[in-house]
């Protein structure tokens, strides 16, 4: 059976029963990590939800029912950012159902533009307005550098007016960085976002450093690797050691490592199920590995 989040948890589900109460990750009330937008000073908790697929259903109340106790529970444990875009089908619509009422005030809300020309730029985000059912949009981001000129341009407009808080532009594969890059240098921008997880190190090489440099905020998607690292740990224990910086699980310990590089802001995993917000969540708790254990962590991966 070709492993997946479910079976990896099932296989781990005992590890937390047999660690010290002080380590266990999501036993206490402890708050979540913040990072800091460096734009602005306002801190953000450190692990969001990405909305890609696993939000990508019918808006009927059925189908939405699961996403919404899953969006209730991040909320109710200190989760914020909530990150989606028209080009991931249906997840606008289901969001704007869900985030209804006082729910969307305890939200930062995060979507994107895709399309190329400045009218067909600002026709699209209008409508991300009306799906979400919002007059405000935290973050709209530039996806995958389509049109950035045409639509950092729009986006600037609507920040200034008030109807956004913060610009940005999004990359999902390491083959973008080339282009990522000199936008990165030349325009003001608020927020990156960027593809890296422990086995897919290469925007720590280049982009996470400039973002620091820059003053940037990283938002950090495919932390996974599309359930590559699932894969990868099939059939294997948490080592012992991932205890000494409070990882009780392993989407904890891809988190935690992804986490602890100084400049990332958010890592935004797909979270459509309350066990899976409960899990991620304790990746933003107790310590993150230092750079001593996140060298042993890639090893251990790199050796599987």
């Not at 985000?125 to 979400?132: G, N, P, Q, V």
């Not at 224990?237 to 991932?242: F, G, N, Q, V």
């Not at 979270?271 to 917000?277: C, L, N, R």
């Not at 993150?288 to 060298?295: F, G, T, Y």
């Amino acid at each position: 059976m070709p492993a997946t989040r479910r079976t990896i948890l099932a296989g781990a589900a005992l590890l937390p029963a047999l660690m010290p109460a002080a380590l266990r990750a999501a036993d206490g009330p402890g708050e979540l990590i913040r990072r800091p937008i460096p734009s602005s000073g306002e801190r953000l908790p450190a692990i969001g939800i990405g909305t890609s697929r696993r939000y990508e259903v019918e808006p009927t109340p059925d189908k939405i029912a699961p996403l919404r106790e899953a969006v209730e529970r991040f909320v109710a444990l200190g989760g914020s950012v909530i990150d989606t875009a028209p080009s991931y089908g249906t997840a606008e619509d289901v969001l704007g159902h869900i985030l209804q009422g006082p729910l969307r005030e305890k939200v930062f809300l995060a979507s994107k533009v895709s399309e190329s020309g400045r009218e067909a730029g600002a026709a699209q985000i209008a409508h991300s307005f009306e799906r979400l059912r919002t007059d405000r949009i935290d973050l709209v981001a530039v996806h995958n550098l389509i049109d950035t000129g045409a639509n950092l341009a729009t986006l600037r407009d609507l920040k200034a007016r008030g109807r956004i808080r913060y610009v940005g532009v999004t990359v999902w594969r390491d083959g973008q960085f080339d282009g990522l890059e000199p936008v990165m240098r030349a325009e003001p921008l608020d927020f990156v976002q960027v593809n890296y997880a422990i086995d897919n190190r290469a925007a720590a090489e280049r982009v996470l450093p400039l973002a620091a440099e820059r003053g940037i905020a990283v938002m950090v998607n495919v932390p996974f690797g599309r359930d590559r690292l699932f894969k990868a740990v099939q059939g294997r224990e948490l080592p012992p050691w991932a205890a000494e910086f409070d990882c009780a699980s392993w989407p904890q310990f891809f988190l935690k490592y992804v986490l602890a590089h100084p400049a990332v802001t958010c890592p935004i995993p797909g979270m459509a199920k309350v066990s899976y917000v409960e899990d991620n969540l304790g990746a933003a708790r107790g310590r993150l590995p230092d750079a001593a254990a996140r060298a042993r962590m890639e090893a251990f991966i790199d050796a599987l």
